[in-house]
């Protein structure tokens, strides 16, 4: 028996780029001997609609962006085979969605309503995982290091900005971070060395979000891990970024592509092992499931500073995750597969 599998890809979302092109990466890969594969495309506008399944990869974007039919447009209507018009259909959902609107919890949550199981995190780990504030409270509970951190709600700050700024200045200093609590991609975030950007940070970051985040900076080396599977998670070899930028902003992440990766970073062997450790203990914290990629700094000193986890890392077969785990003996094909167990298997556990 073929596993019928529901591609869930595009979203509305500033990444939606990003995931239609993980969309034609994942088809290439999954092996139609095993899987029969319907493709459910969110538009740009948020409009939900359901392909015909596919009987052979894509070869152009294009092919994959779906214009609506008449009576179906509804979320509902988008998750129903066709054919079969019953939920229970698919085996299996796949949803390949960054960022708000599908990696922070609210799609997963249609799922659970819908009775259906889908790969990777559930409603809480997502949830948690895409508010950077939350994510921290619940690390700093879990005994991880991090950077000094405050954060701030927008009607908060119009009331008193000097208060604002004043605290930051005496609990964090500069140079500091200053981010939107829930994003990715690097999107609203500033350097600050002074009381000038840090004016002009806040008021970028708040268009981003009601709630903002600021941390101390650190000058450290970024290392990352991917974390794959359930109750027994394991981990990646590590990975190392290196941004030729001031920080690996969105220019670096996706528009100049010089920024290096070193897979296997260069690490002893005590380091890794340390590292390896949080990143289990950050995944459990969050009670995560199938997978997250789990990003350190590393200072000269070799103190271990845990950033952020994401728990829809980039998914193409170039971005980190997928390349930490072929490094670690896992090919792309395979690890698509893991995750489509992972997600089945907690899918019944909880039946
Ligand atoms: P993504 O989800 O794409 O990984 P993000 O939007 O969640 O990114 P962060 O990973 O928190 O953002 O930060 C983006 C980058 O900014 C980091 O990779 C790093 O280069 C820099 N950076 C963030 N916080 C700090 C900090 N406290 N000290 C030094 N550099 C930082
Ligand atoms: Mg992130
Ligand atoms: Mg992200
Ligand atoms: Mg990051």
Redesign the pocket.
Known sequence: MKTKLGLLYGGKSAEHKVSMQTAMAVLKALDLNKFDIYPIYISEEGTWINGPQLTAPAETIKELEYKPESGQVSMDTALTLRDSGDHQGFDVIFPLLHGPNGEDGTVQGMLELMNLPYVGNGVLASSAGMD?VIMKNIFAQAGLPQ?AYVWFIRSGWEKDREASYEKVESEIGYPC?V?PAN?????G?S?CTSREELEAAFVEAFQFDRKIIV??????R?IELGVLGNDEPQCSVAGE?V?KTE???YKA?YEDGDTAMVIPAELDEETYNSLKEQAITAFKSLDCSGLVRA?F?LTEEGDIYI??V?TMP?FTPFSMFPLLWKHTGVEYPELIEKLVQYGVERYEEKQ
């Open positions: 950077k950077v971070f981010k994003l990715g991609s690097s999107v975030i350097k941390e101390q900076g650190v000058n450290a970024e970024i941004p920080f690996y902003d992440k990003d700094f950033n952020e994401n980039g």
